[in-house]
């Protein structure tokens, strides 16, 4: 018992000395204990120096993970943004706001969903960003997000040192944490200013990045604008004292990956450790099963804390699953470097978001890949804007038995990298939402990748015939489950009726937006005899939605439980009923600014169908 | 009715007027939203500088576009008529689709107007979005087919921009009789201006005897007709002045 303790609390010692180090390390102005410390020293006037405090709007959206609208458009699209509010203190579904793709959990519950990573730490809750530049460099003092419709997504607020305008590269690239909070949601949908307590700034920034969390919400958040106050002149801040490590430390927010290239203290000692004490008692699956729990920066710093404890966490079966997406901030070429040796085994890997500004280069990330690409059958690279071409290369070759890869909002990588993903004969998902790929490339993958069970062609602006593609699909692609056309915008009756006809295992299909899609030609009725399996359908912003498409779709397709009819004029509150009482297993149907289903009547239908979230939103 | 005044410290100074075609209250559609909003989404694409000066018709290709995207259906049509004032380089770039317009007058002569676009009698081109199955039925002009032109203004230049309401209930040699009684370029005279040019319109509008420019149109194409054309007016006008603090 007692040698047990002492074990423990020699562990608990060292990994308490790690972050007594660390704290050392990082910059003096950091831990928000010190500065409420120094700030309550130097009383409410606070330090600021130099002049006034300086409020500005943001001058550029630089950066984004998704949005609702349309790519060259003006409406629902991030780049609403920049510059004054438009709507703001109105709240409603305005086109001037900016607006993510997705909200809720719906598109968690879909056949198309990526299945999550472990070891994600419970502090990460981002599901989308957007990153804004501001005109001048500021010490920031307060951050307001204008949010116009269902608020309280924002889950973290970060700054960079990196100012976008400069000429001058970049020393060096650092992302600091304003703010970070848990995904709420605001008792009502009324629009608010969220001006969240922010940690003092050791630089200037003028490039800010909020992440979002829109789990919670009833519908789409939007936002109108960021504010950035700040002072030139660095603030003072009298009576700076060291800051007091307590145990409330450890479980702090800001979580600094001590993923090092550098030290390996206890290798290379000259010690032989004869034993390891109560340790070599517990079987070796049991403390793999015990590290498997820990988030992959406390998986290194165990590593660093005896040669055992090393071993099992540097074992590769620690390393079937990494996801990288919750330290994108921090990662490098050099931490790549470092876990290669790890990933031997690697099966499934997330790195979404990293290689912001350089920190991960292409040649990097290849190195990588030759090294631990070749048991790979996941690869989630949204955001991901080091890719180019030659990464596309080395994926298609090092990767043969790759299922599943994610190219979302990758909108700088080249047309011509695309075609590499045709050598992916095995690939089972493929997401392409807001990437340039052009028709030849994509029909190309088509005619290869015969076993594609989930695609994403959204926003897919340079493809310039739908139909030709859909063909396609249904004669190469028979085994699809998943199809999301978002705003893809040329495909017409044909194409629809040839996917239909040929993809008959489809489960889940979003034509949201496809405006040249005829409902007179009878186009959906014929889609809903094909498809008896259709679990969710997305006929946003489709005028010609009628009562008879709705009437086939509560005939022939017993299985919906996903519905979004948004817009249209056709449609009356008798066929909808008909669909709900068709469709047992509904959970969500959206009939906003569906001119003849008012709110009357979606009371009454909620009212009767309890089970089924019917979404009316409006501008007023 | 409301004139824009030629004052602002812009390099570039877009304006425009938008119609909204009747007959859409038969569809239970209020035909003044069409060109309202029509008109606010170019202002908006103006202000956030996602225009080129020198092409006004691109301003109604995005327009138009944009109303598309929005969640709300949209119904209804209009005719449209932009104008860019590029002042550094003393240029008025134009474009007009139907029968609204614009006159430039100097030295009290018109030197430049838009012409008319018309289908065939009283049914201009216009930028519409149908009901669905209307297609057919309904004119949809494609912002592609206004006319367009470029030409350079002088100081003194008087633009006036103005829906058919005007022109068809006005004829130049009265309106330029208005125009003659603007004695300079600040503010309230130009508004007093356009006011008074808009009311003239309007009084001669419920005039059964008057021979108005639309009957007078009218009559040539074989229609028996008197007095003028009960309609909206809407006036605007600018004059291209130093610009003074």
């Known amino acids: 018992m007692f040698p047990m303790l002492t074990l423990l609390s020699m562990f608990y010692y060292i990994c308490l000395r790690r972050r007594c180090r660390s704290g050392s390390r990082s910059e003096a102005l950091g831990s928000r204990r010190a500065v409420e410390l120094a700030q309550r020293a130097s009383g409410p006037a606070g330090g600021s120096s130099g002049g006034g405090e300086l409020e500005q709007y943001a001058k550029e959206v630089v950066d984004f993970s998704s949005h609702y609208g349309s790519e060259n458009s003006m409406s629902y699209t991030m780049w609403n943004l920049a510059g004054a509010p438009n709507v703001y203190p109105s709240s409603g579904d305005f086109t001037q706001t900016a607006v993510f793709r997705t909200y809720g959990r719906w598109w968690e519950h879909c056949p198309s969903a990526a299945p999550p990573y472990r070891r994600t730490p419970r502090s990460f809750h981002s599901k989308d960003y957007l990153e804004l530049a501001f005109e001048e460099p500021v010490y920031p003092t307060a951050v307001e997000v204008l949010e116009t419709y269902h608020p309280g997504a924002v889950v973290q607020i970060l700054a960079c040192s990196l100012n976008p305008f400069s000429q001058n590269p970049p020393s060096e690239v650092r992302w600091e944490v304003l703010w970070s909070g848990e995904p709420s949601k605001a008792p009502t949908h009324q629009s608010r200013q969220f001006s969240p307590t922010i940690r003092q700034l050791s630089f200037p920034t003028n490039l800010l990045r909020v992440e979002v969390n829109s ?6 958040t939007e936002l109108d604008a960021v504010i950035l106050r700040g002072v030139r002149e660095r603030p003072m801040l009298a009576l700076y004292k060291m800051p007091l490590i307590d145990m409330n430390d450890l479980s702090d927010g800001e979580d600094e990956v001590v993923i090092s290239s550098q030290r390996h203290p206890l290798a290379g000692d000259g010690k032989h450790y004869t034993g390891n004490g109560y340790f070599d008692k517990l079987p070796y699956e049991l403390i793999q099963l015990i590290v498997s729990h820990l988030t992959l920066p406390d998986l290194c710093r165990l590593a660093q804390s005896c040669k055992l404890l090393q071993q099992h966490c540097a074992d590769p079966l620690q390393y079937l699953q990494l996801s990288l997406q919750p330290y994108w901030a921090t990662l490098t070429d050099a931490s790549l470097v470092h876990l290669q040796p790890r990933c031997a085994l690697l099966q499934r890997l997330n790195m979404s978001w990293t290689g912001n500004r350089g920190a991960i280069t292409s040649t990097g990330f290849c190195s990588f890949l030759k090294v631990c690409g070749s048991s790979l059958v996941s690869l989630e690279l949204s955001c991901c804007h080091f890719l180019n071409e030659a990464s596309m290369e080395v994926i298609s070759q090092t990767c043969p038995r790759l299922q599943q890869l994610n190219l979302a909002s990758c909108d700088r990588l080249q047309p011509q990298a695309f075609s590499h993903i045709a050598k992916l004969s095995s690939l089972r998902r493929l997401v392409l939402y807001r990437t340039k790929i052009e028709q030849t490339a994509l029909l190309s993958i088509l005619t290869f990748c015969a076993e594609l069970q989930n695609l994403n062609l959204g926003s897919c602006v340079r493809i310039q015939d739908y139909d030709v593609v859909a063909s396609m699909l249904s004669v190469r692609c028979r085994r699809l489950r998943s199809l999301d056309l978002w705003r893809c915008g040329s495909l017409t009756e044909r194409g629809l009726a040839e996917l239909a006809s040929g993809c008959r295992l489809l489960e889940e299909l979003d034509l949201g937006w496809c405006s040249t899609l005829q409902s007179s030609s009878g186009c959906f009725q014929h889609m809903a005899r094909c498809l008896p399996r259709l679990r969710k359908l997305f006929l946003t912003a489709n ?38 009482q068709s469709c047992p297993e509904l959970k969500l149907v959206d009939v906003s600014f569906c001119s003849q289903i008012d709110t009357r009547a979606v009371q009454e239908l909620s009212t009767l169908f ?6 009316k939103s409006f501008t007023q | 009715q409301r004139p824009l005044i030629h004052a602002l410290a812009v390099s570039v100074l877009p304006s425009g007027v938008a119609d909204g075609v009747g007959g859409w209250r038969d569809y239970g559609v209020d035909p003044s939203q069409f060109s309202a909003t029509l008109m606010k989404t170019c202002e908006r694409l103006v202000r956030e500088g996602r225009f080129t000066p020198s092409n006004p018709v691109g301003i109604l290709n995005s327009a138009y576009y944009e109303l598309l995207q929005n969640k709300v259906p949209l119904l209804g049509s209009s005719t449209a008529c932009i104008v860019v004032l590029d002042q550094q380089r003393h240029r008025l770039h134009t474009c007009n689709l139907g029968d609204s317009g614009f006159l430039v007058v100097r030295g009290g002569e018109v030197v430049h107007r838009s012409d008319e676009q018309q289908h065939y009698f009283n049914t201009p081109f216009q930028l519409s979005i149908a009901p669905p199955g209307a297609e057919g039925v309904v004119l949809s002009d494609s912002p592609e087919a206004a006319d367009s032109s470029s030409f350079d203004v002088q100081l003194g230049d008087i633009i006036l921009t103005a829906t058919d309401g005007l022109f068809d209930n006005m004829p130049d040699y009265m309106i330029l009789q208005e125009l003659k009684k603007l004695k300079n370029s600040n503010y309230d005279s130009i508004q007093q201006t356009a006011r008074s040019i808009a009311e003239q319109a309007h009084e001669l509008a419920y005039d059964p005897n008057y021979m108005s420019p639309f009957a007078q149109f009218a009559c040539d194409n074989g229609l028996n007709v008197r007095g003028g054309k009960p309609d909206d007016i809407t006036v605007l006008l600018s004059i291209v002045a130093e610009y003074t603090d």
């Open chain 1, 610 to 615: 309890p089970n089924v979230a019917i979404k």
């Open chain 1, 215 to 220: 789990s919670l919400m009833d519908y789409y």
């Open chain 1, 543 to 580: 005028r010609t939605v009628c009562d008879s498409d709705l009437d086939e779709l509560a005939a022939c397709c017993p299985r919906l439980h996903h519905v979004d009819i948004l817009g249209t004029r056709m449609v009356s509150p008798a066929s909808l009923k008909k669909l709900l």
